[in-house]
């Protein structure tokens, strides 16, 4: 079955340690996505890609990091300068209207 | 600037009634309008987008939504309310030649039986 594939489920970071999220998709979408959810403040979009080795910052890039070195995989990196990364994650994919998302990365600090 | 704006944090609703979680956006141009349902540590769920055309949207579930143009709303409704609708659920906005999709803050819907 196509979809997108998000890893781990959970993740624990330390103070001043960099981490690294995993975003995959096999829909052949061209443009991936990562989002940040909030308790009450919605989903607001971290970074965006619309073609392989190509991407933007979205409203809240400080912090983050991403790569597109293949059309598949869009790895989201929370950096030590995030101060506070607690958060849930989630990556999405898109072609023409559509938008999937994946299940999700629950991040926090300890 | 897009935006969106669900008013409400909370709706509650007896089952068997009908529902409405209310939605308005603000985006240059046409839009592009979206339904997402989420369950608790889950990702999102699509229940029905606008692009064009009709202005009554049907989507999954039984879920439907009207688009406004003069109101700038989008409002999801649903005839009869079931427990297993008890989520919460997120509008969002596109304009036409954007890339970002735009989103509300979202509403509860708890339905009690």
């Known amino acids: 079955d196509g979809g997108i594939t998000q890893s781990p489920k959970y993740l624990f970071r330390k103070e001043g340690q960099n981490v690294t999220l995993s975003c995959e998709q096999n829909?052949?979408?061209?443009?991936m996505y990562w989002y940040r959810q909030d308790p009450g403040q919605g989903l607001r979009l971290i970074y965006y890609?619309?073609?392989?080795?190509?991407?933007q910052k979205g409203d809240i890039a400080e912090g983050y990091s991403v790569s597109r070195e293949k059309k598949e995989s869009f790895p989201l990196t929370v950096t030590s300068a995030q101060k506070n990364p607690t958060a849930f994650y989630l990556c999405a994919s898109k072609q023409s209207y559509g938008y999937t998302f994946g299940s999700g990365t629950r991040l926090t600090v300890v | 600037a897009q935006s969106v704006a669900q008013p409400e944090d909370q709706v509650n609703v007896a089952e068997g009634n009908p529902l409405t979680v209310k939605c308005t956006y603000s985006?240059?141009?046409?839009?592009?309008l979206f339904w997402y349902v989420q369950y608790p540590n889950r990702g999102l769920q699509f229940l029905l987008k606008?692009?064009?055309?009709?202005?009554l949207v049907k989507g999954s579930y039984g879920f439907e939504a009207e688009f406004n143009k003069s109101q700038t709303s989008f409002h999801l409704k649903k005839p009869s309310a079931l427990v297993s609708d008890s989520a919460l659920y997120f509008c969002a906005v596109r304009g036409k030649y954007g890339n970002k999709l735009v989103f509300g803050a979202g509403t509860i819907l708890r339905v009690k039986s």
């Open positions: 890609s619309q073609i392989v080795n190509d991407f």
């Open positions: 829909l052949n979408h061209d443009a």
């Open positions: 985006v240059s141009g046409n839009p592009y």
């Open positions: 606008y692009i064009t055309g009709d202005n």
